[in-house]
Nanobody
């Protein structure tokens, strides 16, 4: 099973930017579609973005379209989430996840079997 570790979270002011990284080990990431999810206090974990195995197909939640970009570097076994124009409502713990349905990006949460431990993103002035 692939092991995932997120990094890059932190405190940022509204309108600012962050890039989250997800490092994989144990398996090559090219065998997986990858997703990003987030969970705010008292709320359900929600889908943010996903990318197929090649990076050629992406899907985004409506709330982040035009502001977040999900991309990957299979040679480095890394997946990224570039976030710009951050809003207070983006505050959450962000998780990366891996799915064996590698040719798709529009996947439900249940299709992601491997998860990282999460990284906190706080958007506040």
């Amino acid at each position: 099973q692939v092991r995932l570790v997120e990094s890059g979270g932190g405190l940022v002011q509204p309108g600012g930017s962050l890039r989250l990284s997800c490092a994989a080990s144990g398996r090559t990431l090219s065998g997986y579609a990858m997703g990003w999810f987030r969970q705010a206090p008292g709320k359900e974990r929600e889908f943010v973005a996903a990318v197929d195995w090649s990076g050629g197909r992406t899907t985004y939640a409506d709330s982040v379209k035009g502001r977040f970009t999900c991309f990957r570097d299979n040679a480095k076994n890394m997946v990224y989430l570039q976030m710009v124009i951050l809003k207070p409502e983006d505050t959450a713990v962000y998780y990366c996840a891996a799915s064996r349905r590698l040719f798709e990006s529009d996947l439900p949460r249940a299709e992601f079997a491997s998860w990282g431990q999460g990284t906190q993103v706080t958007v506040s002035s």
